[in-house]
């Protein structure tokens, strides 16, 4: 999402390379409120190619606050699964993804809806919370490039959130427990 403030032409050029190969997916994540608050028209250029929509909970309130929809994570998967893409892009199911925290995600793939639930963790074993959306990210792009479930890939994701929660900034360290 963050490349949205410098170079939309770079993201529209992979996005339509993606868009023409049934293998090949392109993933985006919502990243920061203020990308939807001052960086709509680059996101609405943007998002017609995306496959895969990632987000937190206060993402996804503002990404709902500029499109005018209400405001809830199962709002903002609908409004992502549903948009239209270009005529030219191979029309592949999509997904959106929005967590919040140690509450249940949310989750929509094509038309199918749900959520799911977030193991509890140690509140004393958190360190940082600086990049555990993207260690999210990474688990479940990892486990879903493998074709694993939607399931398996989220709890993936999940499991690699929960290891960077426990790190002292985004730190991989040793991964013996992957």
Known sequence: GYFLTSDVDTILRVAALSGKNEEKLMAFNLSAPFLSEFFTKQMEQVLPYVDILFGNREEASAFAKSKKIEDSAEAVCNYFCNLKRPDEMIHKQRIAIITNGKSAIVYQ????????????????????????????????????????????????GIKCAKYVLRQSGFSLGDRDQF
């Open 109 to 156: 793939s094509g038309q199918t809806k749900g959520t799911y639930t977030v193991s509890p963790m140690d509140h004393q074993s958190i360190v940082d919370t600086n990049g555990a959306g993207d260690g999210f990210v990474a688990g479940f792009l990892y486990q879903f490039q493998q074709n694993k479930s939607l399931d398996d890939s989220i709890e993936m």
